[in-house]
Every structure is written in C-alpha cells, then in structure tokens.
C-alpha cells in the first residue's frame, strides 16, 4: 500500500459553517504533502480529523490503512501530530518535556535514553537541556516540539502551520530535518500559507473555503496554470493597479513592490497588447512582458483572489 | 505496565508543574493556617430538632411526663429509647444522637428535693452551639417540682468538650472545610489549564487514557491534601490544644477517602468548565453550601429537611461527622461506617462521570 491518507468526500460542518467540504486525498507515502491556505480554508480541522480530534460530519479517511473513528486509538501511536500552537509544558524544561513524552508513549527503557539523547542532538537542544520552554526562542520551542513530535518514531508527521511563530533561518534549518525525515521513509503532511515553503512539498493541495482548488506538484502546478501571467513594471504601480483592475480580460491584479503581476484569461490572444493600450490611454509608462507563473499567480488563478485578501 | 508507567509520567509532570507554581504552593500551607485563625471564634445560633435518646430508669407518669415536654420543647427531638445511660454515651460517640436524657430511678424522690437536679442530660458537647441550647433546657419547669428549687431539673453533662471552646469543635471540620477549598479548585482547573494552554489538544493525541490521565493528576493532589491535614491537626494541637481522642490513623483514612471525593468533584468540574474562571465559579458554587450545610458552622438538626437532603449529597457533611467523630469522640471507623461509605460511593460516581464526560476529542 502505497497511499499513507486516503479520504473521499471528507467534510467536517460547525453548526451552519462548512469548514471542510467534501475533500478527496491521496497522500503517497515517504513524502511532504503540503496544505497551502489562508486562515479559515479548512487546514487545521482538516488536520484534527486526521488525528481523531474531530469526527468527520461525512466522507470516509483512511489513516495508514485503518479507519480514524474506528481505531483511532490505533493510529494514534502510529502519528505525530504538532499543533500549531506550541502545545507541550511551558513550565518544564526540554529534558523533562522529552521524558514526559517520552514515558507517555511506552518507549522501552534502554531505547528511551538514547532517542532523547538523539532527538537532542538531531534538533540542536544539546545546550537547553535545562531550559524551560517559556523562556526559549520560537525557533527553539519548535525544534522542541518536533523532537517530541517524532520520538516514537511515527509514520506518519502532521504538522499544522509548523513554521508560523519562526524567522527565516530557523524555517530553513526546519525543512531540512523535515527531508531528512522524509529520507527515513516518514510520510509529512505540512500545513503553510508561506509560498517558498509550499513550493518545497513534493505534492500541494491549495485549500480555499473548505475545497481543494487546486491540487500537484508544485511545478507542475505553475507550468499548468489556467491564466497568463503578464508583468507590469512601472513608475507609478497604484495608479496602474486601478487602470487595469478595471480592464474587462484582467482576472486579478497583484502588486509585488513596483511591479504588477496581472492574470488574464486564458483563451484571450495577446494581452499585452491590451494591457499596453489601456495603460498608454491612462498616460502611464510601463513595461509589459508575459512571465512564468509563481506558485502566488497558481493560488490566485486557483481562488480568484490573493492569499492576503482570501482571508474572511 | 505501560499504563502505570503512563500515570506515573503525569503524576511527575503535575508535580514539577506543581512545585514551579509558586502561587499554589502558597495557598497549600496559606489556606490552612489562615482558616484556622480566622475561624478560631463559633458563631452561635438557634437550634431545634437535636436528635434525643432517653433511658428511663423511673418510668412513673411523672417521668414521661417530663420527656413529653421535652419533646414539647422542640429543642430536642427523641429518636431513641435505650435501656441503661452507658448506652446513652455510645449512642452519643457514634453521632446517632447528640443529647441523651438519664431518669434515675429515684426521680421522684429527687423531684422533691429543691436541692438536687432530678434528672441528667448528657450534651455531645463537641458542638459549642448545642450545648448552649441544651443548657437553657435545665432550668424546664416540671411537675410536683417547687418552683423555689435551688438546683436545676437537670444535671447537664458536657461530653467530648468540657471546657466548652469553641476552637475544640472548629478545627476537626476546618480541615473538611480547608479540603474542599483547596482539594475542588486544584482539580477543578487541572483540566481546563491544559485545555486553555493548548496542552490537551497534543495530549489527547497520544496512546494515554482518559481514566491514567485523571489518576496521574490526582495523585500529587492527595499527597498535599494529607500535607494539609497534618498542618491543620498541628496547629490545632499546638495553638488550641485540640484533643485527639480517636485513634490518629482513622483520621488520616478518613481525610484520604474524603481526599479522593474532593479531588474527583474538582475534576468533574474540570470536564464542565470551559475556562479557568468558570472552573472557579463552579467551585465556589459547591464550597458556599458546603460550608453553610454541612453541620460544620450551624448543627445539622437544626436545619429544615431541605436543606438536610442537600446537605447529605455533599462530601463535606460526612467528613464532618466523621472528623468530629474521631477526634473529639474517640469513636472507631468502623462505628462511623455509613459516612465512609457515602464518601466511598461520591468518589466512584464523580470519577465515572468525569471520565465518561471527558472525550478524547475536541467536538
């Protein structure tokens, strides 16, 4: 069996609010899956049913081969699950947090010494051994929370939004200990709204309301967009962005510093024709030249919107 | 094993936390000591209903004369007739009654006698407030009694507290009334901390058990609450030379059972609440009546039924009867069975709802 998540037609509804509506997945084994959306597309419920934490409202999920409602207790020693918040003790040092987790999932006793003392070492918190979590850095509390994460050895890592209270290096260094996990044949499913880090999963699926709008290799995603992108380069980019939001053929406008990244539809022949008339009418000077599509123009293409407004 | 291994890893991490948190280590030696100097002093009140035994040695219409307007009284309310005064005192230590009342068989005799009480009444003395009401019985007019008489109608025999303080009948129920404060409200927010510090959503997700989750946490509690219990019996000794007239290892038994209902009402709470504060509302929801109802500040009897049902449901009742009990009757556990019991039965029916309301999940 090659598929370590298997779901069809997984929903999940609060009340009147679909927060997860009818998913299919198919996660392959020993590989990064990644969940690209903005807050409140369904990431983290999504997530929760994995783990058992909620129950689907409808759809069947199949967790490595066994039904969650049914043997949830079952997968449970089989995943590690890292909560977007940090959610071991604040008030315990690494080495305690460690051998409470530890403890709590059974380890034998002379494998557990030599997992810590390998967890220490693989995500660096040789130094903090006695530090309490409080008073660590977010770089440092999240390496904490993957060494608990994986220290039974699961086959399978949630991580949900692992990177958001992290700085850039950190968020390196983090991706490759997720690779090299991956390498040791752990399957991951990771949760982002970080374009760069999207791009660094083997498969994405780009969550908007609940639904997958678009689902592949990141690659393949941008090289197979339903849109042309066109770069706008141009002194006075606000002015632009208004002129062009207005044209009839522009699907959506996203401003990155002074250049525009416009996409339009599909099936229109030159656009850049169009764009550079509509600016020149304005009285705008531009450069105007069709370019390969960012993962950024792949969600907007996919949600009609841009990751920062898709937020309710 | 690996679920005592699992148990054991929670109780030493409530621990740690436990002794990091510098505000609760404070209130667990802070509680005790402030209750007993605060309560140090009774507060006295009207009282009706006593429950009476009579042993009548006369047995003349005079004498039943005398127990019908007793009864008539509605100070004392007799529910049993024994046959010698000696079962009158086990009656009284096993908390089945609080006032016995001796005829002799020379009643009359004495009735003519303006200079001797005729009649005895034995007061559980245990229970300041009694025993002020019960004295004002002694002066009770009787048939063929002169109303010159010098001496009362009846000889009044204080029992368990002869020197009538106060502090004597507080500091056995102080420690039932400092558990339930302390013992509740650690509990009762152990649940929701993790909840609303974003712990229980990782622990929930890994193999620990609802039932090893809820052990692990108590265990550190009991041990504080039996530290609190020798911090109350020390004070009480030194500060109000409390007697111990029970045996000290009944005490202790009887504080754990009353510990673990405690603890499981607390945890009760914990699956109810949805927050810290409404875990502290709900305590305090529970501790008002147990204060107020359960004989540890007004007697028992005097209250209306009511409240007496009431007062029955909650912990503290019987950790009363049974800290009063032992301590200052010098009765055994074993005479004091029923309130054991009780406290036995509230701690498996809250650890049963507690469980069955905590569910591994987050809807």
């Known amino acids: 069996m090659s598929t370590a998540i298997m779901a069809r037609g997984l929903t999940r509804r609060f009340g009147i609010l679909t927060a997860v509506d009818q998913l299919d997945l198919d996660i392959p084994k020993a590989s990064i899956y990644g969940f690209l959306g903005p807050n409140g597309s369904g990431k983290s419920t999504t997530f929760r049913m994995l783990c058992g934490l909620l129950k689907p409202s409808a759809g069947e999920v199949r967790v490595l081969g066994h039904d969650v409602t049914r043997d949830t207790e079952v997968i449970r020693r089989r995943i590690g699950y890292m909560t977007q918040r940090f959610s071991l003790y604040d008030d315990l040092s690494v080495d305690e947090n460690l051998d409470f987790v530890a403890e709590i999932y059974g380890l034998r006793r002379r494998d557990k010494r030599g997992r810590i003392a390998a967890a220490r070492a693989e995500y660096r918190l040789e130094d903090l051994r006695r530090q309490r979590a409080a008073t660590m850095s977010g770089g440092q509390r999240q390496r904490l929370a993957l060494a608990a994460a994986t220290l039974h050895r699961p086959e399978l890592l949630l991580l949900d939004e692992p990177t958001s209270a992290v700085d850039p290096q950190s968020r390196r260094e983090f991706w490759e200990n997720l690779f090299d996990l991956v390498d040791a044949g752990t399957t991951i499913l990771v949760s982002t709204h970080y374009m760069d880090e999207a791009e660094r999963c083997h498969r994405l699926a780009i969550l908007d309301h609940g639904k997958i709008a678009a689902e592949g290799v990141p690659k393949k995603l941008m090289r197979e967009i339903d849109a042309a992108v066109i770069e706008v380069s141009c002194d006075r980019p606000r002015a632009a962005h208004h002129a062009l939001e207005a044209l009839e053929i522009v699907r959506s406008v996203t401003q990155l510093g002074s250049r525009l990244h416009i996409l339009v539809d599909p099936g229109v022949s030159d656009p850049e024709t169009g764009v550079r008339q509509r600016l020149a009418d304005q009285g705008l000077s531009a450069a105007v030249e069709r370019t390969a599509a960012s993962l950024e123009d792949v969600f907007v293409a996919a949600t009609r919107k841009p990751l920062a407004q898709a937020a309710p | ?332 556990l074993g005479e004091l069975l029923p309130e054991v019991r009780a406290l036995a039965v509230f701690f498996i029916v809250a650890i049963t709802l507690a469980v069955l309301r905590f569910r591994k999940r987050l809807d």
């Open chain 2, 1 to 332: 094993m690996k679920a005592l291994r699992r148990i054991r890893a929670i109780a030493t991490k409530e621990a740690r936390q436990l002794a990091r948190d510098r505000l609760t280590i404070g209130m667990v030696v802070g509680i005790p000591l402030l209750q007993i100097l605060l309560f140090g002093y009774a507060i006295n009140l009207d009282v009706r209903n006593l429950r009476a035994g009579v042993a009548d040695h006369a047995g003349t219409a005079w004498s039943r004369q005398m127990v019908t307007d007793l009864q008539a009284s509605q100070v004392i309310r007799f529910t049993t007739q024994v046959a010698t005064p000696v079962e009158l005192t086990d009656a009284l230590r096993r908390g089945e009654i609080t006032v016995g009342v001796y005829v002799p068989e020379d009643f009359e005799r004495r009735l003519a006698d303006p200079g001797r009480p005729a009649a005895q009444l034995l007061v559980d003395g245990s229970d300041p407030t009694i025993l002020n009401v019960v004295s004002q019985l002694r002066e009770m007019p009787a048939p063929a009694r002169l109303p010159a008489a010098e001496a009362p109608l009846f000889e009044l025999r204080n029992y368990y507290n002869p020197e009538r303080r106060s502090a004597v009948q507080i500091v056995p129920a102080l420690i039932g009334v400092i558990l339930t404060m302390t013992m509740v409200l650690f509990t009762a927010v152990a649940i929701v901390r993790e909840r609303e510090r974003g712990n229980l959503e990782f622990l929930i997700t890994t193999p620990v058990g609802t039932l090893e989750l809820m052990i692990g946490k108590l265990i550190p509690y009991i041990v504080i609450g039996l530290v609190q219990v020798s911090i109350v019996l020390l004070v009480g000794r030194w500060l109000f030379s409390v007697p111990m007239r029970g045996d000290l290892g009944d005490v202790y038994l009887a504080a754990l059972v009353f510990i673990g209902a405690s603890l499981t009402l607390g945890l009760l709470i914990s699956t109810l609440a949805r927050s810290q504060f409404q875990a502290m509302q709900l305590t305090l929801f529970i501790f008002l009546p147990s204060i107020l109802l359960s004989g540890f500040m007004f007697p028992f009897d005097g209250m209306p039924v009511v409240a007496q049902k009431i007062a029955e449901v909650l912990p503290l009742t019987h950790f009363v009867r049974l800290a009063r009990g032992i301590i200052l009757r010098g009765a055994d």
